[in-house]
C-alpha cells in the first residue's frame, strides 16, 4: 500500500481556529468553527467526494465515498470527526512545529518562555524515541483532538478515492462542532447520514479501541448565604463560600479525579465563584458504572440536604442534568464493530489497546440515537493542554487503519 499521509492536512487544519465555547447558546458555538467547515467541504468536492452537505445553520459537513462496484450490499459505515478544539487552553494562533526523529529527551516548547515537556512528567514519551512529533510553542494547545482525527479520515478519503480498486462499501464521513463541550450530536442528522455501523476517530495513542465511556452529569451548587458586618456578624453571617468549602469537604476524598483511574468514577470541582452571600460551584460527576452513577448523584443531593438542615431551607440549591451515558449497553450486541477493529489493527501490527473512555464523545450519544458508534485512536496526546502532540507515524497508521476497516466490511453483508 502507497504510504498515508495526513501530516500536511494536520499542519494545515490547526492553524484554523475553532475553539467552542459553554458559555454560549449558539450552535454552533463559535461562528469560527465555520471556517474549517468550508475548507473541509471544497475539499471534499475537489477530492470528488459525492452527496455533499455543508449545514450552514449548525456547521456540519456530510459526505459519501460511493462503493465499489460489487459491493453495493456491504454495510453502510461511518467516520465521524470533529472539528471543535476544547475551551480549556486557547486555539488562536498555533504554530505547530515538527519534530523528526525525536531524541527521547525533554521537548523545548518555548525556549525564551521556558516552557518545556519533561519526559519525568511524560513518560510515554519515552516509547516515542526515534519516531516523528508535532508539538506547540507551548502558547496553546495543538488541536489534535480532533483535527488529527479529521486529517486521518480525510486523507482516507482521498486514498481510496484514488485508488478505485480497493473494494468497499459506501463509506459516510461526518464532522461535527462542539463536541468539546459537549454538544456534538445535537444537531447530527443520523437518518441524512444512514450509516448502519460508524466509528468515531477521536482517541488517544495509536491502538487505542474504546467502546466505553462514562455516565456524566453536569451538577451545580449554589449557595445562598447571608451577609453583614463582621464585626457584629455573629449569629446573623451566613457565609455562603465557607459553606461550598464545607459541601466540598463532605465528598468522598478519593473520589476525585486526581486520585482516579480506569473504571473509577469522580466527582469534580470544574469552576467556583462567588462571595459571602452567593456562591456558585460548578461540577462534573462521572461513573462507568450506571449504578454506581445514580449513587453519586443521590449522594451529591443528600449533602445538600444535610446542609439545609444545618443552615436553613433553601440556602444550598443543587442542579443536577445528565449529559450522556455509558455507549457500552448500545455496542455489546454490535460487538462485531471492536472485533473488527482488532483484527485491523494486529494485521497492521498495531497492538490493540482497548480501554474505557475517561471522558464522553460524540459516539456515545450517536449510539443511544441509533448509530453503534466505538472509537478508534488518532496518535493524539495531552489532549486541552499546551503540552499537546501527536505523533506522525500514529496517524499514518491511524489512517491505513480505517481503509483497512472499510476494506472488511466490504465483506459483510448488510442484516
Known amino acids: 500500500m502507497e504510504k498515508i499521509s495526513p501530516t500536511e492536512r494536520f499542519l494545515r487544519y490547526v492553524k484554523i481556529n475553532t475553539q467552542s465555547d459553554e458559555n454560549?447558546?449558539?450552535?454552533?458555538?463559535?461562528?469560527?468553527?465555520?471556517?474549517?467547515?468550508?475548507?473541509?467541504?471544497a475539499e471534499l468536492k475537489e477530492m470528488g467526494a459525492k452527496e455533499i452537505t455543508y449545514d450552514k445553520k449548525h456547521c456540519y459537513v456530510y459526505a459519501t465515498i460511493p462503493a465499489t462496484p460489487g459491493y453495493e450490499k456491504a454495510p453502510t459505515l461511518g467516520l465521524i470527526a470533529h472539528m471543535d478544539t476544547?475551551?480549556?487552553v486557547t486555539g488562536a494562533g498555533v504554530k505547530p512545529r515538527l519534530i523528526r526523529k525525536y531524541d527521547g529527551k525533554d521537548i523545548v516548547l518555548n525556549k525564551k518562555k521556558q516552557i518545556v515537556m519533561k519526559v519525568e512528567e511524560f513518560p510515554e514519551l519515552a516509547e516515542l524515541k526515534g519516531e516523528s512529533l508535532i508539538v506547540t510553542d507551548g502558547t496553546t494547545l495543538l488541536g489534535a483532538d480532533d483535527k488529527a482525527g479529521v486529517a486521518e479520515?480525510?486523507?482516507?478519503?482521498?486514498?481510496?478515492?484514488?485508488?478505485?480498486?480497493?473494494?468497499?462499501?459506501?463509506?459516510?464521513?461526518g464532522f461535527t462542532p462542539d463536541e468539546e463541550i459537549g454538544r456534538g450530536p445535537d444537531y447530527f442528522d443520523v437518518k441524512l447520514f444512514g450509516a448502519d455501523y460508524a466509528y468515531t476517530v477521536d482517541g488517544g495513542a495509536l491502538g487505542e479501541l474504546e467502546y466505553e465511556n462514562f455516565n456524566a452529569a453536569g451538577a451545580k451548587l449554589i449557595v445562598n448565604g447571608r451577609n453583614t458586618h463582621p464585626g457584629s456578624a455573629k449569629g446573623k453571617m451566613i457565609n455562603s463560600i465557607l459553606i461550598a468549602q464545607e459541601f466540598q469537604g463532605m465528598l468522598p476524598v478519593f473520589e476525585n479525579p486526581i486520585y482516579t483511574e480506569g473504571y473509577e468514577g469522580f466527582y469534580h470541582l470544574d469552576g467556583i465563584s462567588?462571595?459571602?452571600?452567593?456562591?456558585?460551584?460548578?461540577?462534573?460527576?462521572?461513573?462507568?458504572?450506571?449504578?454506581?452513577?445514580?449513587?453519586?448523584?443521590?449522594f451529591f443531593a443528600e449533602c445538600a440536604e444535610f446542609l439545609n438542615k444545618k443552615y436553613g431551607e433553601d440556602v444550598v440549591v443543587t442542579e443536577i442534568?445528565?449529559?450522556?451515558?455509558?455507549?457500552?449497553?448500545?455496542?455489546?450486541?454490535?460487538?462485531?464493530?471492536?472485533?473488527?477493529?482488532?483484527?485491523?489493527?494486529?494485521?497492521?501490527?498495531?497492538?490493540?489497546?482497548?480501554?474505557?473512555?475517561?471522558?464522553?464523545?460524540?459516539?456515545?450519544?450517536?449510539?443511544?440515537l441509533g448509530l453503534p458508534c466505538p472509537n478508534l485512536c488518532t496518535g493524539g496526546a495531552n489532549y486541552h493542554s499546551r503540552f499537546e502532540y501527536v505523533h506522525v507515524q500514529g496517524m499514518e497508521k491511524t489512517a491505513e487503519l480505517l481503509v483497512r476497516i472499510v476494506e472488511a466490511y466490504a465483506k459483510r453483508e448488510k442484516t
Open 24 to 41: 454560549s447558546a449558539t450552535s454552533p458555538s463559535t461562528a469560527k468553527q465555520h471556517d474549517l467547515a468550508k475548507v473541509l467541504t
Open 86 to 88: 476544547s475551551p480549556a
Open 153 to 173: 479520515i480525510m486523507t482516507m478519503a482521498a486514498f481510496l478515492i484514488k485508488y478505485p480498486e480497493i473494494g468497499h462499501g459506501k463509506i459516510r464521513i
Open 274 to 298: 462567588g462571595n459571602v452571600e452567593h456562591t456558585i460551584c460548578e461540577y462534573i460527576i462521572r461513573d462507568h458504572d450506571r449504578k454506581l452513577f445514580e449513587k453519586k448523584k443521590q
Open 321 to 368: 442534568k445528565d449529559s450522556y451515558y455509558n455507549m457500552r449497553e448500545v455496542i455489546e450486541p454490535n460487538l462485531h464493530l471492536v472485533e473488527t477493529a482488532k483484527t485491523s489493527m494486529e494485521e497492521l501490527g498495531i497492538v490493540p489497546k482497548v480501554v474505557p473512555i475517561r471522558g464522553g464523545t460524540d459516539g456515545a450519544r450517536l449510539s443511544f
